[in-house]
């Protein structure tokens, strides 16, 4: 496939530790160090304004076309490029990932395998980091066969069978044999390159093929679901357990709109999105996981902001970075992300359901229990406190806050499923608590968010307008499926928010003006709620369109415009890969119809 740099044609490599962007000519372009929200050292995807490089590439001479795929089942990623001369060669991409030692070997470190395939292709290595986003070229010294960068906090060197000069110089020189390219900490390789790499990449090769083996896919997209799988799981940090919403800041959700934000962060109604898409595969690691990360953040009294950061930090403060022009120049880029500062009362059902599967699955070592449910507990007693108080929803409005219909229906699902625990445990006062309370919010939401005379759901309870989020009423069990104002609602909302392939959020103006693109979570939410209510054939035909728009590597970032279906917004969104993964699990035929 030859494929152009302009709309988002990257490919993903990461290992838990950190992750980097690969463009379609094989060239890093995007990677923050030493973790997901740390200095991006390789940030030319944002256009850095006073410095040349900000990447890791290879480059042919006489470049022609390029192909680029995963190794099926894996988070490697396979680039060949084509000079104009029949010449050729073929770039592996990987970050190191196995078990060793009872724990997981995840080095912040790109490791790149360069073969020739056919000719005798002129190439060039580029690796020319920037600091400070994009800000100066930092320090480096060299060795013999290694270069350092001296960067804000990590030190990061190269060692590599490529003759140091060529790269230092940026020489050409004609590829004769395969070469090797290990980028990652200060730490010398004390064995040959070629044995570490090849070593390296088996094992890597390994990992992920087991951890797809194990995963229960649906019969039909397969390929699809998989990739979409191994994306959320390069998405959670394992030192915490947070899960980012996106690796990339400030790629806008529609051409020159300046709605520019930083995604690097754990939003507990993304990840918990992530966790309920992976536990209904059967990965359920990462749900352990992250409930680590939310008992780190949880307070005594069960409060919690809608984001942290990675390391459970709670400001953080955005401001624009002037160092970079942003994604194909259109600014502003933005560091730190100021929702964190917002009232959104959904995350409360969000952990609790998120952490429901803790309780009724038996194939876990450790099971939730007495005590897990004890500290579950506050969460539910906020959301009884705050689920008729207005809040800014979880489109995070910034100029207004109304009792968004979604916020309460996620505060009905807290007590539900605490209810639910509850009874699992035998614990019978506390499950009939917490029955009272959904009862009594599912009483009150269902009146004050039912439009008779419009015969829809509102999108809050002080205003008449649809949102994309009543598709899932019927996904957290608020309503039934059959249940005829869910159904007018669905239908209303396929009137209303969905325009050609896609489905906008809302319609109503905000503080940015009216939304210009679809939000591609909400397409599969919208596809979801089809075959939910037995239009089945209609949603089968909307999701082959909608998996027709993906990137050439089955990746997909937050927003897809209308007209011609190129992606927009932050990227890989993990959103997207969760909306992917559960609409396929609904709409597949059962392996029992292959067999």
Same mark, same amino acid.
């Given at each position: 496939?030859d494929?152009h740099?302009?709309?988002?044609?990257?490919?993903?490599?990461?290992?838990g530790?950190?992750?980097?962007?690969? @463009?379609?000519r094989?060239?890093v372009?995007?990677?923050?160090?030493?973790?997901?929200?740390?200095?991006?050292?390789f940030?030319?995807?944002?256009?850095?304004?006073?410095?040349?490089?900000?990447?890791?590439? %290879?480059?042919?001479?006489?470049?022609?076309?390029?192909?680029?795929?995963?190794v099926?089942n894996?988070?490697v990623?396979?680039?060949?490029?084509?000079?104009?001369?029949?010449?050729?060669?073929? *770039?592996?991409?990987?970050?190191?990932r196995w078990r060793?030692?009872?724990r997981?070997?995840?080095?912040?470190?790109?490791?790149?395998? %360069? +073969?020739?395939?056919?000719?005798?292709?002129?190439i060039?290595?580029?690796a020319r980091? /920037?600091?400070d986003?994009?800000a100066?070229?930092?320090?480096?010294?060299?060795?013999?066969?290694? *270069?350092?960068?001296?960067l804000?906090?990590?030190?990061?060197?190269?060692?590599?069978?490529v003759?140091?000069?060529?790269i230092?110089?940026?020489?050409?020189f004609?590829?004769?044999?395969r070469?090797?390219?290990v980028?990652g900490?200060d730490?010398?390789?004390?064995r040959?390159?070629?044995?570490y790499v090849?070593?390296? /990449?088996?094992?890597?090769?390994d990992y992920w093929?087991?951890?797809?083996?194990?995963?229960?896919?649906p019969?039909?997209w =397969?390929?699809?679901v998989?990739?979409?799988? %191994?994306?959320?799981? /390069?998405c959670?940090?394992?030192d915490?357990?947070a899960? %980012?919403?996106?690796?990339?800041t400030?790629i806008?959700?529609?051409?020159?709109?300046?709605?520019?934000?930083?995604?690097?962060?754990?939003?507990?109604?993304?990840?918990?999105f992530v966790v309920?898409?992976?536990?209904?595969?059967?990965?359920?690691?990462?749900?352990?996981?992250?409930l680590?990360?939310?008992?780190?953040?949880a307070?005594?009294?069960?409060?919690?902001?809608?984001?942290?950061?990675?390391?459970?930090?709670?400001? /953080?403060?955005?401001?624009?970075?002037?160092?970079?022009?942003g994604?194909?120049?259109m600014?502003?880029?933005r560091?730190?992300?100021?929702a964190?500062i917002?009232?959104?009362?959904?995350?409360?059902?969000?952990?609790?359901?998120a952490?429901?599967?803790?309780?009724? @699955?038996?194939?876990?070592?450790?099971?939730?229990?007495?005590?897990?449910?004890?500290?579950?507990?506050?969460?539910?007693?906020?959301?009884?406190a705050?689920?008729?108080v207005?809040?800014a929803?979880?489109w995070e409005?910034?100029?207004?806050?109304?009792?968004? +219909?979604?916020?309460?229906?996620?505060?009905?699902?807290?007590?539900?499923?605490?209810?639910k625990?509850?009874?699992?445990?035998?614990l019978?006062?506390?499950?009939?608590?917490?029955r009272?309370?959904?009862d009594t919010?599912?009483?009150t939401a269902?009146e004050?968010?039912?439009?008779?005379?419009?015969?829809?759901?509102?999108?809050?309870? =002080?205003?008449?307008?649809?949102?994309a989020?009543?598709?899932?009423?019927?996904?957290?069990?608020?309503?039934?499926? @059959?249940?005829?104002r869910?159904?007018? +609602?669905?239908e209303?909302?396929g009137?209303?928010?969905?325009h050609?392939?896609?489905?906008?959020?809302?319609?109503a103006?905000?503080?940015?003006?009216?939304p210009e693109?679809?939000?591609? *979570?909400?397409t599969?939410?919208y *596809?979801?709620a089809?075959?939910?209510?037995?239009?089945?054939?209609?949603?089968r035909?909307?999701f082959e369109r909608?998996l027709s728009?993906?990137n050439?590597?089955?990746l997909?970032?937050?927003?897809?415009?209308?007209e011609d279906g190129?992606?927009?917004?932050?990227?890989?969104?993990?959103?997207?890969?969760?909306g992917l993964i559960?609409?396929?699990?609904?709409?597949?035929r059962?392996? =029992?119809?292959?067999?």
């Open positions: 496939m494929v740099d302009a709309n988002l044609q990257l490919g993903v490599i990461g290992n530790s950190f992750g980097a962007l690969v @463009d379609a094989g060239r372009v995007w990677a923050c160090l030493p973790a997901f929200d740390g200095d991006p050292a940030c030319a995807l944002l256009s850095p304004r006073e410095h040349g490089g900000g990447d890791f590439g %290879i480059e042919l001479e006489d470049f022609a076309r390029a192909e680029q795929a995963y099926p894996t988070a990623l396979r680039t060949v490029l084509h000079d104009a001369h029949g010449g050729s060669l073929e *770039i592996l991409d990987f970050a190191p060793q030692n009872g997981f070997y995840r080095p912040v470190s790109i490791i790149r395998r %360069i +073969t020739p395939l056919t000719g005798s292709p002129r060039r290595v580029r980091p /920037l600091a986003w994009g100066r070229a930092p320090e480096h010294t060299w060795g013999s066969n290694h *270069i350092r960068w001296l804000p906090a990590f030190t990061l060197r190269l060692t590599t069978d003759p140091v000069r060529f230092r110089d940026g020489l050409p004609v590829l004769g044999h070469l090797h390219l980028l900490p730490e010398p390789v004390t040959s390159i070629d044995g090849e070593e390296a /990449l088996g094992r890597t090769l093929r087991e951890w797809v083996r194990y995963l229960s896919v019969l039909e =397969q390929e699809a998989i990739r979409s799988a %191994i994306t959320l799981k /390069l959670q940090y394992e915490s357990g899960i %980012i919403a996106a690796m990339t400030s806008p959700e529609a051409p020159g709109s300046s709605r520019n934000w930083d995604y690097r962060y754990c939003w507990l109604r993304d990840a918990a309920r898409a992976l536990n209904r595969l059967g990965a359920t690691r990462s749900m352990e996981e992250f680590r990360y939310i008992f780190n953040i307070t005594h009294d069960g409060t919690l902001q809608p984001l942290y950061g990675i390391g459970f930090e709670e400001r /953080l403060e955005e401001h624009e970075v002037e160092s970079l022009a994604y194909r120049g600014g502003p880029v560091r730190g992300n100021l964190w917002q009232k959104q009362h959904d995350v409360y059902g969000s952990v609790v359901l952490s429901t599967q803790l309780f009724f @699955d038996q194939r876990l070592a450790d099971p939730g229990d007495a005590h897990t449910f004890s500290r579950l507990e506050p969460l539910g007693e906020r959301a009884f705050l689920y008729d207005p809040d929803g979880l409005f910034r100029g207004r806050a109304e009792v968004h +219909t979604y916020t309460a229906a996620m505060c009905w699902a807290a007590c539900d499923r605490l209810a625990i509850a009874l699992r445990l035998g019978d006062d506390r499950a009939g608590y917490w009272d309370r959904a919010i599912r009483a269902l004050r968010a039912w439009r008779p005379q419009a015969n829809h759901f509102s999108a809050s309870f =002080q205003s008449d307008y649809l949102d989020s009543l598709l899932l009423l019927a996904d957290i069990g608020f309503v039934a499926p @059959d249940d005829p869910y159904v007018a +609602t669905v209303a909302i009137r209303e928010l969905r050609g392939d896609g489905v906008f959020r809302y319609l103006p905000d503080d940015f003006g009216t693109t679809s939000f591609t *979570i909400c599969f939410w *596809i979801d089809l075959a939910a209510v037995g239009r089945m054939d209609e949603a035909e909307l909608v728009h993906r050439h590597l089955g997909l970032s937050e927003d897809m415009a209308f190129e992606g927009w917004g932050n990227f890989p969104q993990t959103y997207s890969h969760v559960i609409a396929a699990m609904r709409l597949s059962s392996w =029992q119809e292959a067999s």
